[in-house]
Structures are given as C-alpha cells and as structure tokens.
C-alpha cells in the first residue's frame, strides 16, 4: 500500500507532548495538520509551540526557513469534531483510558469519511479493545510514536482483531514516509517495547532486593558493561515511577498475572511514598538541591598476580588478552579448559552462566571460583561485575580482582546473586523478545529494532542472543529458573527450538 498522500489531512487530538509531536512530524511531512484539544486554548499553543520548534530547527541549520515557514503555516488550530470532516487520518493522543478512546472514535464515526484512517497512540491499551466500540473497527489500528515523537525513530503500527491488514499497511507506509521506522504488531499486551522492555527494570529490582548491589553500582555495569544508554534506576527515575509501575502492573495483569511481568515490592514503595523520581526531587536517586550522587562500589587497587593464564579462542579470551598486552602485563596462554576463562593466581575465573559462584564452585569442586558478569564488548568495557563463591580464600579473591584491574576495568563486587547484572538482564530481554516472536506478535527484525530504537538499546536483544549463543542463553535461562524455582525464568519455546535446530535467530 503506498502513504498517504501529501494533500491528505492529518488530524492529531490531544495536544500534550506527545499529540504536539506527532503533529509537528506530520506538518514537516507536508500533510495539513489539524490540532483538536477539549482544554481551551490547548490547541493554539500547541501550534505556536510548533512553529517555535521550526524556527529552533532553522537556527541550527537543520531546516531552511522556507520550510520552516510552510510547514507552521500547515497548522490549524480547530474546536470541535466537526471540524475534522474532512480527515483522511485521525491520531488520538489523548488519556491512556479505554472508554475516552471508545468515546472519541465512536464520535468521530458520526463526522468522518468511511475512509478515515483512525490511528492511536496508545501505548498499551488494547487496539482490539478500542475499535470493540466503533462501528468499522477495521479503520482502527494503533500508531504508537515514542516520546519525543520528533527525535524518536520507531513507530509500532499496531493491529487490533478487526484491523484491516490495508490500513496497517497504509500506516506503515505513511510513517515511513514521515522519515521514521516503522514495525508491525499484534495487539497484545505492552505491544513490542513495553512488554520486551519490562525485564530490564525486573531484573535490576530483584539484584538490589538481594543486595547483590545498590542501584548506583548496578547503573553504572549495565552501562558501562551492557552499553545501555541509561541505567534501569536512572532510567525510572526518569520516566516517573507512577508510570513505570502502571505500565508494569498493567502487562502483568493482561497477561493474567504471569509471574514473568510480577511488580516489584521495590517500585510499589516509591509510588506510595510519592517518590516518583525526578519530577517530585526523590526516587532510586535523590534530586533536590544539595544531594550527592551516589558513586557506583568500585574495588580498591590489588596486587597484580604473578602468575595469569588465559584458555582458549573465545571473544572473551582474546579481548583479555589483548587488553594485558596493551597494559604490559605477562600471561601464558593454553588451549580451552571448559568454561575456564583465566586463571589468576589460585583464582578460577568464569564468565557467569546463572549460576551463583557458590553454586558452580559446589558443582565443580573449584574453590576458589570468581564469576564475571557479560559485557556487550569485552574490548571497550570499563567496569565488570564479579562474584566471588563462598568457599573462595581472601586471597584468590584478590587476585582475581587484580587482575581485572591491570586490564584496565574498574571492578564492582556483587553478592554471591544469580546471573549477575547484565547476563541476567540480557537473557530475560531476549527471552522475552524471543516469547513475543513466538506467539506472532512481531518478528525478529521488528523485535530488534523496536528495542534499538524506542529505547536505545545498544544491540537488538535477539541479535545480542546470537552473539551470546543460544545454548549459553539458555543455560542461564535454565539456571536462573533453578535457582528461584519460579516459572519467570522458563525459556521460550522458540529459544528452545533454535538451540536443537543450531541455528540462530538472524541466520
């Protein structure tokens, strides 16, 4: 199906941030935007708000000021339904509630051509739900922008149960022609990013619940070991902590209280204390005036051991080895030995596979067992998390931490937790990306790019999984669900299938 055409009107209603960027996207595609809002006066300060960012976009040369001047001059601030008649496509950006969409849409019908496109924003409402209401429910398909919709490059198009596949296509094609990524859904539950999205904040919860860590140590490893642009304390601290609840309350109970989606103790605190984050000055950080804060735990400098083996060809292994070179420090090599990564003196070093290092070194009898978290790059990592098995001696702790430090890492030691921070967290997202493909509400280079784009994920979560392997993934998939006993951590079918078929997801 092509876009619609320049000539075609868009309507947006609600004129927040986000129906004030969307009609910002829109008018700079060429289309006539009409801005419809119930609160007085919304819809023309929504527009001199726009032209106000055009003339922004001009003083950085990212706009002429002929277009600048078209695309305000493309606005139209209106009062009623009626005076969208003539709408070939209308976009709600109005209360996350399911009967105001109902009402609206339902409204609209009565003024609207049978062509008009109905488009909403929602973010987690149920598309099958909303068209439910409307007479033609097959106009209905959810185009969902994310904050802020000019800068922001994904658009999930969403179909509901009664959706023409034509109207999502037309959709599809519009907003690409609008200079975004577009990616096509199912109407489940969270849609793509906010359900696959959920682990991150999950998993970050339980470790600091268990104390494998505070919030600033797990931040700062998710970032700097992950690659994630934010880390998942931050990150809810920003988005608001009422928010980020709501959303996680209601994924889980759409999906009938599947315990993957369980809120957290944690965030339920916040939110009833009023520590939403940033915008109330308190959250998983303080924000009011005159707080400090809090440094990620960081190892004090150790003794680098005398004696360094690296084994075998993984990534891992050369990055290390590598990374010592530069730094002018003396190891051995040897052919691989298991798992074994490095041995540092008389410490044994693994990355994690879910298991606690306790754990491991019970099944292997190894002592002095120290586990190191995964990273997105073990070339450019600057921090790792480790833990250290109970049984291991003070002294091969320290080496193995001295070690890590003469190849240029700052080390961030966790308790003895599962899974550590970014394995854990990255095996979950893929599991849950991998659970979304499964049951057809997208595929795998939708999954990926959702992720990428909507939230600045360093690596879709599915092409992270190939980089892991699939049988490591699910190795820790399977020994994080051993750990808790809890049917959160069991493992998509589709991972499952992938691993007995070898074959990976972007084969």
Known sequence: MSALAQQSVIAVVGTGAMGAGIAQVAAAAGHPVKLLDTRPQAAEQAVSGIRAQFARMVEKGRMSPEAATAAGQRLIAVNALSD???ASLVIEAIVENLQAKQKLYSELEAFVGVDCIFGSNTSSISVTAIGAALQHPERLAGLHFFNPAPLMALVEIVSGLA???AVAQTLFATATAWGKTAVHAKSTPGFIVNRVARPYYAEAMRVLNEGGADAATIDACLRE???????????MDMIGHDVNFAVTRSVWQAFFNDPRFLPSLIQQDLVDAGFLGKKTGRGFYDYRDGALRPAPHTEATQAIPERVVIYGDS???Q??????????IRFSQAGANGDLLVSAGEAQLYITDGRTATRRAFDTGIANTVLIDLALDYNKVT??????????????AAQAIGLLQAAGLAVSRFGDVPGLAVMRSVAMLANEAADAVNQGVCDAQAADAAMRLGVNYPCGPLAWADRVGLPTLNRVLCNLGLAYGEDRYRVSPLIQHHVFAKKNFHD
Do not use: W, Y
């Open 225 to 235: 070991a992950g690659g994630f642009r934010m880390g998942p304390f931050e990150l």
């Open 163 to 165: 959706t023409n596949m």
């Open 319 to 328: 990055a290390l080895a590598e990374r010592l070179r530069t730094n002018h």
């Open 84 to 86: 969208l008649a003539d």
């Open 315 to 317: 990534v891992a292994a």
């Open 383 to 396: 921090r790792l998390a480790i833990s250290v098995a109970t049984q291991c001696d003070s002294t091969s």
